[in-house]
């Protein structure tokens, strides 16, 4: 049973460009959230989609959008990069948007902005 | 807001000594709260979880009890390993499925 697989696992960008990762939940899930960890912090909730819907959002600004498609996959967008959005980035599945169910982490997507 | 404030580190300790790691929280409702710990090169993985005060959560010989009249969620293991070195996130979720996390302790143990 293939657990969360995202790609790509590492990416370099300049300022200024768009960039997009890619996450496959794990089997039987059908909830995507996304998390941003800075070196050496805690990971940020990001947003998370459910139904093809952004469902909920953390405190991100609007350069940062998602889509999730019909298979429950998932794509995270930065648009406009800045250094500040070097980080790992962490695609967490689930089964439905309710609280009761354990969200199961991928590896990453360790992304560099020079 | 929902917060968790988590001991820093890094720890270093040797093997077969007793570990705790403290943890604290603020939050709004009622949490569930749990421990993740991060191997290097990986993703999150959950070591363990109580949904409601009193509870104990517990797995690989870590334990941690959710404690509602101190707001805390210590983690403990009486006996670590040389493979238990890892980051270690304490998170807190109330309701909706986003996890609040602190700020991750480094832990490493030394043969």
Known sequence: DAGVTQSPTHLIKTRGQQVTLRCSPKSGHDTVSWYQQALGQGPQFIFQYYEEEERQRGNFPDRFSGHQFPNYSSELNVNALLLGDSALYLCASSLSPSGSYEQYFGPGTRLTVT | ?111
């Not at chain 2, 968790?4 to 569930?32: D, K, R």
């Not at chain 2, 304490?90 to 499925?97: D, I």
Request: proline content about 4%.
């Open chain 2, 1 to 111: 807001g929902d917060s968790v404030t988590q001991m820093e580190g890094p720890v270093t300790l040797s093997e077969e000594a007793f570990l705790t790691i403290n943890c604290t929280y603020t939050a709004t409702g009622y949490p569930s709260l749990f421990w993740y710990v991060q191997y290097p090169g990986e993703g999150l993985q959950l070591l363990l979880k109580a949904t409601k005060a009193d509870d104990k959560g517990s797995n690989k010989g870590f334990e941690a009890t959710y404690r509602k009249e101190t707001t805390s969620f210590h983690l403990e293991k009486g006996s670590v390993q040389v493979s238990d070195s890892a980051v270690y996130f304490c998170a807190l979720q109330t309701g909706a499925n986003n996890l609040f996390f602190g700020t991750g302790t480094r832990l490493t143990v030394i043969p």
